[in-house]
């Protein structure tokens, strides 16, 4: 099974239909208000394994550590 990094995930419109379908999904979004709202969606679907980040993907991109 997969991990899944949502870059730039918005509301997590393409992450959260993998939720089930895949071991964890974090998703990653510049704008908390949108981080906060996937996060709020995650869990009024009861969705396991996924968490959600306020991070500026432009100047603090993800190392090749952070992507295993």
């Known amino acids: 099974t997969y991990h899944v990094a949502d870059l730039f995930s918005g509301l997590g419109t393409h ?3 993998l939720a089930n ?3 964890s999904v974090r998703f990653y979004e510049g704008n908390k208000i949108l981080a ?3 996060s ?3 869990a009024h679907y ?3 394994h996924t968490s959600a980040y306020t991070r500026d993907l432009f100047s603090n991109p993800l190392t ?3 992507l295993k």
């Open 15 to 17: 992450g959260i239909r």
């Open 21 to 23: 379908q895949v071991k």
């Open 36 to 38: 906060d709202a996937c």
């Open 40 to 42: 709020n969606a995650t």
């Open 46 to 48: 009861a969705l396991k």
């Open 64 to 66: 090749a550590t952070e």
